[in-house]
């Protein structure tokens, strides 16, 4: 099973990720619990470059992550599933589409389409929005900012409307939960929702 975590930063994705990840090994249940960008050399060397440099182009930015993403598929999380086990992967596809496609004004559909390609349409099963309003996801970012956290309020309000955006796109997969809640509250639904 392929179960993602989307949400803005600060909404609590990773805890979740680790809360998630202890039940389901609790359950028998072999877990890969990785996180974009990231997750392999390639992408941890990304990540700095994406998050920690000066100027970025929009789509260099697209293009780096989508880089990254690719090198993730191939390397970790495919090779994971195939071997049987579940992934949890904290930030995904619609990580990209929300924040390049809609909130840099990439387009969605364009956005979307390279990253399909460079997954070769390797979709995650489940995708748990932690909604967050975005006041207070700012006000739990820590205290060193990366180059997307340092982007106005605007940029997060276009990313928080671009996530309900593809939870209606995609209501197969989505499950909206409440980022607000207490973390092992949130944790029990996600749970469930997984049928467990
Ligand atoms: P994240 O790892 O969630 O941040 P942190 O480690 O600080 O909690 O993500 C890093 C940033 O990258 C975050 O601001 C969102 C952004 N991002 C994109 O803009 N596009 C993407 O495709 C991904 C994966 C992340």
Known sequence: MFITLEGLDGSGKTTQARLLATRLEADGVEVVTTREP??????????????????VAPWAEAALY??????????LIRPALERGATVICDRYVDSSVAYQGIARGLGLERVLELNLAVVEGLLPEHTFLLEIDVARA??????????????????????????RKLAGMFPERYVVVDGTAAPEAIAEEIHGALGR
């Open 66 to 75: 989508a880089a990254a993403r690719a090198q993730h598929v191939d390397q």
């Open 38 to 55: 990231g997750g392999t050399p390639l992408g941890e060397q990304v990540r700095d470059l994406v998050l920690h440099g000066d100027y």
């Open 138 to 163: 700012a006000g739990r970012m820590g205290a060193e900012l990366d180059r997307i956290e340092r982007e106005d309020d605007g940029f997060r309000t276009r990313v928080a409307a671009a996530y």
